[in-house]
T-cell receptor, first 111, second 118 residues
Framework: GIQVEQSPPDLILQEGANSTLRCNFS?????LQWFHQNPWGQLINLFY???GTKQNGRLSATTVATERYSLLYISSSQTTDSGVYFC?????????????FGTGTRLQVTL | GAVVSQHPSRVICKSGTSVKIECRSL??????MFWYRQFPKQSLMLMAT?????????EQGVEKDKFLINHASLTLSTLTVTSAHPEDSSFYIC??????????????FGPGTRLTVT
């Protein structure tokens, strides 16, 4: 199956700092999503980005499908950004795609 | 975005009993839903694919007789953990993909159910 690795595994930032999270995957995919898992366990959709670049406020993401990686940028980080960030990849077939989750990046933003 | 709910959010049961978890898509229909399991400080692992009107398909290593899945309608899938044991204690999360538009197949996740088996 597809292997998905994220880096760094842990990240501590001071409020206001910027960061880049990376997601590498081992095979071609046509579904890639980034999620933020909050302290209560809820997965919040950040981006659906199988290719290209998207921006949403302080967050942006870029996926280079041909090189099998995706990046999530967080600018001007806030304490509410703390949590675990997952990328998940899959192949869209039929009505849906099974997602394989990455190992996650645990982010802590301090004052 | 699409909304997926789960019930209950937390359940404690005794070893040997069965527990049912519901997953509902509130504002869209889902012919397919997925069930994941997450152990503390680990990633999500796909357990099974729930298909409306047909049998679920299970990932390798997941016991289909232990984790019963029923997708009775286009908005409801249930996961029943039968004869639960302490090692089944985990965070169970369901998801459903939306259809159409530029983000076809984007999956939305329920808030999860924390199961503790004593």
């Amino acid at each position: 199956g597809i292997q998905v690795e994220q880096s760094p595994p842990d990240l501590i930032l001071q409020e206001g700092a910027n960061s880049t999270l990376r997601c590498n995957f081992s095979d071609s995919v046509n579904n890639l999503q980034w999620f933020h898992q909050n302290p209560w366990g809820q997965l919040i959709n950040l981006f659906y980005i199988p290719s290209g670049t998207k921006q949403n406020g302080r967050l942006s993401a870029t996926t280079v499908a041909t090189e099998r990686y995706s990046l999530l940028y967080i600018s001007s980080s806030q304490t509410t950004d703390s949590g675990v960030y997952f990328c998940a990849v899959g192949i869209n077939t039929g009505t849906a795609s099974k997602l394989t989750f990455g190992t996650g990046t645990r982010l802590q933003v301090t004052l | 975005g699409a909304v997926v709910s789960q019930h209950p959010s937390r359940v404690i049961c005794k070893s040997g009993t069965s527990v049912k978890i519901e997953c509902r898509s509130l504002d869209f229909q889902a012919t397919t839903m997925f069930w994941y399991r997450q152990f503390p400080k680990q990633s999500l692992m796909l357990m099974a694919t729930s298909n409306e009107g047909s049998k679920a398909t299970y990932e390798q290593g997941v016991e289909k007789d232990k984790f019963l899945i029923n997708h009775a309608s286009l908005t409801l899938s249930t996961l029943t953990v039968t004869s639960a044991h302490p090692e089944d204690s985990s965070f169970y999360i369901c998801s459903a993909p939306t259809r159409g538009g530029q983000a076809a197949y984007e999956q939305y996740f329920g808030p999860g159910t924390r199961l503790t088996v004593t």
